[in-house]
């Protein structure tokens, strides 16, 4: 197969791209993604099951739609015929349930040419050729977006094969006293729901929890916010990322009320140890950095990318430098483009990327 463009990962970071590119004038036809399940939110679905999840913490912009508006919230107020959706997103604190996404989802995934355009298969290399890309067992393309997604869960290395361990994002019921390791919005997510199944909880943690809206502050988001990103040196680039992708999770009396509530009645304490819990909930997200990720490390030591500190160095349109030129176009998108794009595994890092993907794919002069 010799295709225009391909995209490697088949979740909602490649999807999304996919829609971008479609709404910016390609066909099916030009675009192959790969990936292991043809439904792009199946692995998203699965976590967001596994926590309980009921709302989205992304606010306006939080949906695959190739432009920004009209989103979720217009969508919501159209069918429900209600004002208050248009309202919250107005000063962005519209908050679409999990359901409304999901649904967002597949209505989009129907008529945008998804399952025209997917192909079931796991690409374990990607190797660049004159005028493009080839993709091991799938062919020639000269445009190739990665989307791996997350490399996998985190686990404590001290709780490996302890029986009562389980991640938050794997499905599990809860115990009678459960030990929720994390200070995230998953851990934060975890000590309700068990304490609403009737459990008594212990928070492990080291430090306090950050209270934010977003994982990102949002004046980062702002193209004057990400100038200033852009221009800093790598040490410095370096250390604000692992200040913003701190664990954090929102303000305010949802959550506040029923915790304070349950340490009153002594169903929920804060301990910096571990102690005889009979389940333990790993609340401790994803693993961090490129070299978890077989493609992408084989892709840094085979070409000598750049990186620092477990980040692939991009340019500010998430694409390689050293492996991008005017003939061809290498970029990443989703948690693997946190250089380009500090929020990139949210779905408005997702359409960062996507539309410099698409500029990028019209740019060049030959199809």
């Keep these: 197969m010799t295709g225009r463009c391909a995209i490697v990962g088949g979740g909602l970071a490649g999807f999304t791209a996919y829609a971008t590119l479609r709404h910016g004038g390609l066909v099916p036809e030009e675009i192959a993604v ?49 004002l208050a959706p248009l309202a919250r997103t107005v ?14 989802v597949e209505a989009l995934r129907g008529r945008c040419g998804w399952e025209q355009s997917f192909t079931v298969g796991l690409v374990e290399d990607v190797r660049p050729v004159a005028g493009g890309f080839e993709i091991a067992g799938h062919g020639l393309f000269r445009h ?19 029986t009562r361990v389980v991640h938050a994002y794997e499905p599990h019921d809860y115990a009678d006293e459960v030990a929720v390791v994390g200070a995230g919005m998953a851990a934060a997510t ?12 212990v928070s492990v943690r080291r ?32 250390a604000w990322l692992k200040h913003w992708l701190a664990p954090s999770y929102p303000p305010g009396r949802t959550w506040d009320e029923p915790l304070e509530q349950a340490e009153r009645e002594g169903r929920f304490r804060v ?6 819990a009979a389940q333990i909930v790993c609340a401790t997200g994803f693993r961090r950095g490129f070299a978890h990720d077989p493609l992408l490390a084989r892709l840094a030591e085979d070409h000598g990318l750049e990186t620092k500190e477990g980040w692939i160095v991009l340019t500010s349109d998430s694409t390689v430098p050293r492996l991008t030129d005017t003939t061809r176009t290498l970029a990443l998108a989703g948690a693997p483009a946190q250089w380009a794009f500090p ?4 779905l408005m890092g997702a359409k960062y990327a996507a539309r410099r993907f698409l500029r990028a794919v019209k740019r060049c002069p030959t199809r």
Aim: aromatic residues 6%; proline residues 10%; hydrophobic residues 35%.
């Design 271 to 276: 301990s910096a140890k571990l102690n005889g």
């Design 190 to 201: 975890e000590w309700l729901n068990a304490l609403a199944a009737g459990s008594s909880v």
């Design 34 to 82: 790969f990936g292991t399940d043809p439904d792009p939110a199946a692995t998203w679905r699965r976590r967001a099951e596994s926590i309980r999840q009921q709302r989205m913490r992304s606010e306006s912009e939080g949906h695959c739609y190739p432009a920004s508006f009209p989103g979720l919230a217009v969508r919501e107020a159209f069918r429900r015929k209600r």
């Design 91 to 104: 000063c962005n604190r519209y908050n679409p349930t999990v359901d409304e996404f999901l649904g967002h």
């Design 343 to 346: 929020a990139a595994d949210t």
């Design 207 to 238: 430090r306090e929890p950050v209270r934010r809206p977003l994982n990102v502050p949002r004046p980062l988001l702002s193209r004057r916010g990400l100038a200033a990103f852009h221009a800093a040196p790598a040490g410095e680039r370096v």
């Design 144 to 162: 190739v977006l990665l989307a791996p997604g997350h490399p996998g869960l985190r686990l404590p290395e001290e709780l490996a094969g302890d």
